[in-house]
């Protein structure tokens, strides 16, 4: 590209204060000029020098040569995941502190929301300054949420994003050193798949990864909170939550199954599609549009075919990730009630538990189920992917 053509806009966010980037103020130029007019090409900020394709590009290929070297050494096959997490590990794992933060305080502030209620109960023995100290607790809890929340996953689908834009760069370079042997093995349809389709499960993969172990400490956490509240009954609650996840497990293997096969069926779609636009001219002289065009729907079949399976099993998943919890809220309550007796399910505890469960239940079955379905689809992605671009450097 020619360097004279590149506009000059720096981006504001190398400069920005802690302060700016936590509350992303420094975003609010392009606002107001959004607000004013259209925006164009020339309002877009320059990309900073760490998320530039070229710089992840040499430092995913100076990970992948260890790689390279490790496996040359007797010492196991490449792997793509151990290159990727020297590069963006420790910085991922931060932002898991910032995600822990915020779940605690989500336990939290209905305990404090539970203390405010028996202020105005009768006969309380709260003080006027202790409500004060729930309130203004509960104000914080507020404001570390919108805080810790936004932040985080700003940060993680950054993280995502270079993962994503350093294995097209990789890819991009291996399509140009391909060998004779290699170009005859691989398509240019099979690399634009790669590139456009499988990558895009690094955005989506370290979003959830973190409530891989957040998820339990959470439930643990819950779980101490409520027998404390409403005793043994919460056994049966948590019995419903053992029960459901394990059925969102089964359901993210089906999940990796499914694209798989679906990711095969695309790359077969590609490549004869390639094929067809490359010799149109000698399809139209003959007059072989009809087959060619049915070879092409059979492929295509099959790939709708599993991706309709997989939007069946989506449905299924929501409707445990919505009844699930309810199922769970009616049973806790239906045994305390029974054990305990109805009078004990007051508000001081309902406005406790309610919030409580629905958080745990929001992690275990919603966000686990994610992380779990995002895992297997990546783990493929970097198999994908690590075949593709281990020729071009052994």
Partial sequence: MDESSKHHNP?????????????????????????VRQLEVEDMYNVVAEDQSDRLGDQLEK?????IEKSNAGRGKPSLFWALFRMFGLEYMLFGLVLLCEEMTKIVQPLLLGGLIRYFTPGSEVTKTESLLYAGGISLCAVILAVSHHPYFFGVQRIGMKMRIACCSLLYRKSLRLSNDGLAGTTTGQIVNLMSNDVNRFDQAVIFLHFLWVGPLEAI?????????????????????????????????LFSKFRQKTAKYTDERVRLMNEIIAGMRVIKMY???????????????????????????????????????????????????????????????????IPLLFFVTQTMMGYLFMTVQTLQETRITMGRVAVSVSECFT
């Fill in 11 to 35: 981006n504001p966010v190398v400069t920005a204060n802690p302060i700016s980037k936590l509350f992303f103020w420094w975003m609010n130029p392009l606002f107001k000029k959004g607000y």
């Fill in 221 to 253: 956490a819950v779980l101490a909170i409520l027998w404390r509240q409403l005793g043994p009954s919460t056994l049966a609650g948590f019995a419903v939550l053992l029960l459901l996840v394990p059925v969102q497990g089964y359901m993210g293997k």
């Fill in 63 to 67: 990970e992948w040569a260890k790689e």
């Fill in 287 to 353: 007059c072989w549009e009809k087959p060619f065009g049915d070879l092409v729907k059979k492929v295509r079949r099959r790939e709708i075919a599993l991706i309709w399976k997989k939007k069946i099993l989506s449905a299924i998943t929501a409707c445990n990730w919505v009844v699930g919890p309810r199922i769970m809220y009616f049973v806790v309550v239906v045994t305390a009630a029974l054990v305990l007796g109805p009078g004990s399910l007051k508000a001081t505890v309902m406005y406790v538990v």
